[in-house]
């Protein structure tokens, strides 16, 4: 059992002393914490049972604009990074041990200009952000697998 959910029980034997209108309160807290757990644990699972090699492999995704897209699609699915940087793609190049392109940026703005990516209007960290669209979404996913 991890530290959160050893605290989560810790409270719940003292919701019991409360007064009504209050432990209902509380207890329905308890009780939306303990499903977010639950979706957190399996999102875990999930994520430590792929890895973004794994899935570059699974997909067959050989070129760069295959495997920047899938990044995308692996950050979004598997790690729940609803918007991206050209640093979130290079970092998931160094984990998977990819050699790197020469230039992430014309990647991404070409996969942009098939649709596949949508251009944020707020910036991170001084960077432009992305979001992978439903038509990068749908091509990732109609990519046969092994």
Not at 95 to 113: C, G
Not at 115 to 134: N, Q, T, V
Request: contains cysteine.
């Amino acid at each position: 059992m991890n530290d959160l959910q050893m605290r989560l029980n810790e409270l719940k034997s003292k919701i019991d002393r409360l007064d009504e209108p209050v432990k209902d309160v509380i207890s329905s807290i308890v009780e939306i914490l303990e499903m977010l757990i639950g979706k957190y644990k399996v999102h875990s699972e999930i994520t430590d049972k792929i890895s973004p090699l794994e899935f570059i492999k699974q997909k067959k995704l050989e070129s760069h604009s295959d495997r920047v897209v899938g990044l995308a699609y692996y950050l979004f699915k598997f790690k729940g990074v609803d918007r991206f940087t050209v640093k979130d793609i290079e970092k998931m190049y160094d984990e998977a041990r990819l050699v790197p392109p020469k230039n992430f940026s014309d990647i991404i703005s070409k996969a942009s200009k098939k649709g596949y990516f949508i251009e944020c209007k707020e910036k991170i960290d001084g960077l432009k952000a992305w979001k992978i669209s439903k038509e990068g979404i749908e091509y990732i996913e109609s990519l046969s697998e092994e």
